[in-house]
């Protein structure tokens, strides 16, 4: 496929993007039935008459969903109708049980809203259009064949799980004049989004579950002309991906147009592999869905008490919370940024409170922890380890009882499940080598290893000592102060530290 | 007592008495459907074990000392259209043949609950799209007046299973007149009841905007005994109505017309009605006046529409309810024989799977909802039916109940009209009004049209919620006509 280099591509052309983003939310049934919606269960087991579609089976709207649709509306500034329908989208697929899905058209619950991201230290104001509620559909899993695709397989599987599960769409309004940040606007907008709607609490985000999913539609213009013809690229499954679809898109698109070509409207897929887009469908016949108002549901009035209710439910925006935090802590905006992705800043703020300084919870969370957290496979925060477990430790650290390399193997008990770090330290009798006369003897014995090491020393190459050091914490197995140790290897030897 | 010709009330209260069991009335009706249903047609499944072993339960249960509800023990005819556990379950259609529903729909439970004997499944137009029960894909039912003519449409099987004594109380469907005119050409009793009154879960959906289940029986008190046992609120129905029902019962019992404004629809009459049903009709109409009630004629202008602007939303709400028969889940799978796509698999099943009524409706509904037809067809029925409601609301400001004609004719002969949908579609042009604006009605016989022996039928209209004025109008009509003829009109059908 042939591209321009994306500085090349920007001298020309200007893009125009805009964001269709789809969130699962995670309510404990599904949008029309009491169907449970957890992830991962034996397919076709979370299933009922309504989701399977049987025969006479009726929906009813869940009101859970509702209530988060409308939060999500109120967060993003969104104007939240007083009166609006589910409609029908009609199209015939074998994931589909009705074979029309139960979303909104006309009447959208939330509209004209907007989110402020940052980028380059730049507040862009990114527009919302519409926030609307649909039900998911299930996974189509096709057996046999080279490429688990459709085409070529032998036969395919339909698992409804997921058939129901209550989906939010907010769509953004054309994004115009980002130049050369757009692809950084569009990661910008996901991860802001992302983190607002883990603020409030709707959905668990995670885009390799599919529970966020995001189309990246993008048009290039020459500058003064009217818009160009967009494409909607999908199978965006991750913020840095987001960012490429739509960097890759403008590169293509400008060789497109510079070789005098046009650009097809077209469902676009994103190659993680290799960064590109491939075309999907062809939208130049547009799919006529027959939209028309759910007859089997009854409108959606949220009074205008329940909404300011929900208003007060609100919580901090997560771009002013990352900014309150940030100043707290004295760190910059990438180190929140970083928390935010590990998915630790909830924890970090506990333990902060907790009483541990800023720089020793973080350290702890996304370090030693995130690790052991992915090792299992679990969230850091569902660690069997507290910030009170942590505040004791520092504790411990601070007063010399424990050095780092000890509070790790406090903590490994702690995960373990042998108790709390004092039971821990108790248990395998984990303490800092505090006598001084063991050390000396260590201390005896590593010099009479290593003479010449001992002799460098002596002659003023300070460095040398920590090979020394070193051997000491080894004999001691950790447990000595490695401070403590230096400065008596210096004082054994007769050199100013 | 007569197992079979006697009412539901009588039976259930001789059942309560202890003077005949369940069992015994159940097994009456069982041999008389084998005895006359190869004829009639009504049925397109007996379930004779489940029916027993039903009745069996209810006898257990007097015998314990259970105090038993108002109709216990009596056998039902069901229409083929509401989901039963356990038994099959087509909507008179191909496309759904083997299909065992593993869910009872919501009026089923409520049947089982107050102890009603379940027989079997009626014959229906496939998918309740028709007015004579010849769209069903297994076959026409017969009208037990003259087996040569149709028993309406789309409940025939329910019609005919009462008027054949075949069963005293049947259930049926009404999206455009399916419960009314088939009670109307049968000569028994039949009411759609307010949309929201009986919850549709569990009915096969053909409009879901319009369908209502209802109540079928052969005289006025065994059909307000069957609507109050099928009657209120079902969350699994966001569509159905949260309040108290009306006490049909009472109304049913209360039988007294002295000083109610009775309506007539002037539209509803006139050109295209057979003249023998105009006049039962006037007939009637002289009773009701006799009886006390304050008749005057009300004009509903836009009634003209209310056929076209049917024959738009119906199809387009039908459109997209039976897109979900695709082969992939149940029923009918034609093709799948690993050289075909999806997409070929499911409009070969579709294909073999829906007769030509249903294609037909299928097809006009999705090109009534294309973009750029939408405003012109589904939104502007949408606006006539907004001006059909505002016609009954207005009428009904000036008047207690409204009556026309039933249906414009008596029951007519098998083939007669079923290559010519539009006459077939006027057979409902009086029944789809009510059911545009969402109130309630009733169907009753009225007598034999003097030119055909045939029965011909009443339609009482209340407004939505006031089902009651039906039953007490009804009751009250049905009582003087006793009288008049010494007993009830279908008391007169030749026996089979």
Not at chain 1, 14 to 36: A, N, Y
Not at chain 2, 88 to 93: K, L, N, R, V
Request: net charge negative.
């Amino acid at each position: 496929m042939t591209t321009v280099p994306f500085d090349e591509a920007l001298t020309r052309y200007e893009p125009v993007i805009g964001l269709e983003v789809h969130v699962e939310l995670g309510t404990q049934s599904k949008m029309f039935c009491s169907c449970s919606t957890n992830f991962g269960a034996e397919p076709n087991t979370q299933v009922c008459p309504v989701c399977l579609a049987l025969p006479g089976a009726m929906p009813v709207a869940n009101r859970a969903a509702i209530e988060s649709i409308i939060r999500i509306g109120l967060a993003l500034n969104c104007s939240i109708a007083e009166w609006c329908r589910m409609a029908r989208k009609n199209y015939f697929y074998p994931d589909m049980p009705k074979d029309y899905q139960i979303s909104q058209y006309d009447e959208p619950i939330c509209t004209n809203g907007y989110l402020d991201v940052t980028v380059d230290g730049e507040v862009v104001r990114v527009e919302i259009e519409r926030v609307h509620m649909e039900e998911d559909t299930g996974k189509l899993l096709h057996a046999g064949g080279a490429t688990g695709r459709i085409r070529g397989a032998d036969y395919s599987l339909v698992d409804y799980n997921r058939a129901g599960i209550p989906l939010v769409e907010i769509v953004t309004k054309t994004v115009v004049g980002t130049g050369a940040l757009a692809p950084a606007v569009a990661r910008a907008y996901v991860t802001e989004l992302r983190d607002l709607m883990r603020a409030l609490g709707v959905s668990d985000v995670k885009m390799e579950e599919g529970s966020l999913r995001c189309d990246a539609n993008l048009s290039l213009n020459r500058p003064g002309d009217p818009w160009g013809t967009r494409t909607e690229t999908k199978n965006v499954n991750s913020l840095r991906s987001v960012e490429r679809a739509v960097r890759f898109e403008i590169e293509r698109q400008a060789a497109v147009l510079d070789a005098g070509g046009r650009v097809h409207q077209e469902t676009r897929h994103f190659q993680e592999e290799d960064g590109t887009t491939t075309p999907g469908r062809s939208k130049e016949q547009a799919e006529d869905y027959r939209y028309f108002p759910e007859p089997d549901l009854v409108p959606i009035a949220p009074s205008r008490e329940w909404v300011e209710e929900l208003r007060l439910t609100l919580p901090e925006q997560p771009s002013v919370r990352r900014a309150r935090l940030a100043l707290a802590w004295g760190i910059g905006d990438f180190e929140v940024a970083t928390l935010v992705n590990a998915g630790v800043l909830d924890i970090v703020e506990e333990t902060v409170a907790a009483g541990v300084a800023p720089d020793a919870a973080r350290k702890w969370w996304s370090g030693e922890f995130t690790r052991a957290a992915s090792e299992r496979g679990v969230e850091p925060a569902d660690l069997p380890v507290t910030s009170a477990h942590i505040a004791r430790v520092e504790e411990l650290i601070a007063s010399g009882a424990l050095n780092d390399k000890l509070a790790r193997q406090v903590f490994e008990g702690v995960l373990a499940g042998e108790g709390s770090p004092d039971e821990v330290v108790a248990a395998r009798g984990l303490a800092v080598v505090s006598d001084d006369g063991p050390l000396l003897e260590a201390i005896d014995a590593a010099l009479a290893e290593q003479p010449d090491v001992a002799e460098k020393i002596r002659s003023g190459k300070l460095q040398a000592a920590g090979a020394i050091v070193g051997a000491v914490m080894k004999t001691t197995r950790g447990q000595a102060d490695a401070g403590r140790v230096r400065a008596l290897l210096l004082e054994r030897l007769g050199v100013e530290g | 007592m007569n197992l079979i010709r006697d009412n539901a009330s009588v039976l259930a209260a001789a059942i309560a008495e202890g003077e005949v069991s369940s069992e015994e009335v159940t097994r009456a009706h069982l041999d008389r459907i084998a005895a006359v249903d190869e004829r009639v047609h009504a049925f397109l499944h007996v379930d004779a074990d489940g029916a027993i072993a039903a009745a069996k339960r209810v006898d257990a249960k007097r015998g314990a000392g259970e105090k038993l509800g108002p109709l216990a023990g009596v056998p039902l005819a069901l229409k083929d259209v509401l989901a039963m556990k356990g038994q099959p379950t087509t909507a008179g259609s191909k496309i759904l043949e083997g299909w065992i529903p593993p869910y009872d729909a919501a009026v089923v439970e409520r049947l089982r609950a107050a102890d009603i004997v379940i027989l079997g499944k009626t014959n229906m137009d496939e998918f309740a799209m028709g007015s004579s029960t010849e769209h069903s894909a297994y076959g026409p039912t017969h009208n037990p007046w003259d087996l040569d003519r149709i028993p309406g449409g789309s409940g025939g099987g329910s019609a005919a299973a009462l008027a054949a004594f075949e069963a005293p109380l049947a259930i049926g469907t009404d999206t455009g007149g399916s419960i009314r005119q088939p009670a109307a050409v049968t000569a028994t009793v039949g009411v759609k009841p307010t949309y929201g009154a009986v919850p549709r879960y569990g009915l096969i959906a053909l409009a879901s905007s319009l369908d209502q289940v209802g109540p079928c029986a052969r005289n006025v008190l065994d059909t307000a005994l069957l609507h109050a046992a099928i009657a209120g609120h079902d969350p699994r129905d966001s569509t159905s109505i949260n309040a108290a029902v009306p006490d049909v019962v009472a109304a049913a019992l209360n039988a007294d017309v002295r000083g109610m404004k009775v309506g007539l629809v002037r539209e509803l009459s006139g050109a295209g009605y057979q003249a023998g049903v105009q006049q039962r009709f006037d007939e009637a109409v002289a009773i009701l006046t006799e009886l006390g009630a304050d008749v005057v004629e009300v004009s509903c202008p836009h009634f003209e529409y209310a056929l076209a602007a049917y024959y738009l939303i119906l199809p387009s709400e039908c459109s997209s309810n039976l897109a979900r028969f695709d082969g992939m889940r149940y029923g009918l799978r034609v093709g799948d024989d690993g050289s075909r796509s999806v997409e070929e698999v499911m409009a070969l099943t579709r294909e073999a799977g829906f007769g030509p009524e249903v294609k037909r409706r299928i097809m006009i509904g999705t090109y009534a909802l294309s973009s750029g037809y939408y405003d012109a067809y589904y939104g502007q029925a949408q606006k006539v039916r907004t001006l059909i409601t505002r016609d009954f609301t207005e009428a009904f400001e000036k008047v207690d109940v409204l009556i026309s004609p039933t249906a414009p004719t008596t029951a007519f002969k098998i083939g007669e009209k079923v290559d010519d949908p539009v006459a077939m579609y006027l057979n409902d042009i009086a029944t789809i009004p009510v059911n545009l604006a969402g109130n309630c009605a009733m169907s009753l016989p009225i007598g034999l049209a003097p030119e055909d022996g045939l029965p011909v039928g009443l339609q009482i209209m209340a407004p939505p919620m006031g089902d009651d004025r039906l039953y007490r109008a009804g009751a009250a009509l049905e009582a003087a006509l006793v009288d008049r003829w010494g007993h009830l009109l279908i008391k007169e059908a030749p026996a089979l």
